[in-house]
């Protein structure tokens, strides 16, 4: 079975532009997250889909990331503008629908540089 | 929220030794994943335990949901064990929000 997918794998861009990461989980996971870890800094949770549904987005930064699932399958986390800030390594997890509490299973993460 | 916190921050180890690294969480959970965060930025799920001891090769691990602890044992350490240690629980009234600890950094030298 195929684990949690993401692309790129590294991403630079310059500052001001745009950049979509996109994430493909496990066959069916009905829930998606995003979490992001940014300058050294803690691990933290952008985002939660429950199919194409979003469950949770408390943790999304401003209104400069957009995420998107469209037909409950990948999903894609748009960053536009970029700012510096925003570098770091972003990762998306997926789990069954069984339980709110199953293991959450990582993808290899994105890591974006914006200089 | 939940609080979660990882001693000890860093660790530096000599090939071959064993070390412990410790998790608290300030409420009940219900989940708790240990993962390891390779040099290349990777994240490597270790362990799903909630509660009880689980063992994987030279790694194990053991929660106390009652304590609200779990520790994870690395044992013969190898150069490949470097990286970062995190910790992330689920408290029960939390649907899916995973709360990180803010990680062990290991170094293991040869």
């Known amino acids: 079975e195929a684990g949690v997918t993401q692309f790129p794998s590294h991403s630079v861009i310059e500052k001001g532009q745009t950049v979509t990461l996109r994430c493909d989980p496990i066959s069916g996971h009905d829930n998606l997250y995003w979490y992001r870890r940014v300058m050294g800094k803690e691990i933290k949770f952008l985002l939660h889909f429950v199919k194409e549904s979003k469950q949770d987005e408390s943790g999304m930064p401003n209104n400069r990331f957009l995420a998107e699932r469209t037909g409950g399958t990948y999903s894609t986390l748009k960053v536009q503008p970029a700012e510096l800030e925003d570098s770091g390594v972003y990762f998306c997890a997926s789990s069954p629908w069984r339980e709110s509490y199953d293991e959450q299973f990582f993808g290899p993460g994105t890591r974006l540089t914006v200089l | 929220g939940i609080q979660v916190e990882q001693s000890p921050p860093d660790l530096i180890l000599q090939e071959g030794a064993n070390s412990t690294l410790r998790c608290n969480f300030s409420?009940?959970?219900?989940?708790l994943q240990w993962f390891h965060q390779n040099p290349w930025g990777q994240l490597i799920n270790l362990f799903y335990i909630p509660s009880g001891t689980k063992q994987n090769g030279r790694l194990s691990a053991t929660t106390v949901a009652t304590e609200r602890y779990s520790l994870l044992y690395i044992s013969s350490s190898q150069t490949t064990d470097s990286g970062v240690y995190f910790c992330?629980?689920?408290?029960?009234?939390?649907?899916?929000?995973?709360?990180f600890g803010a990680g062990t950094q290991v170094v293991v030298t040869p």
């Open positions: 992330a629980v689920l408290s029960t009234d939390s649907w899916g929000k995973l709360q």
């Open positions: 409420d009940s959970v219900n989940n």
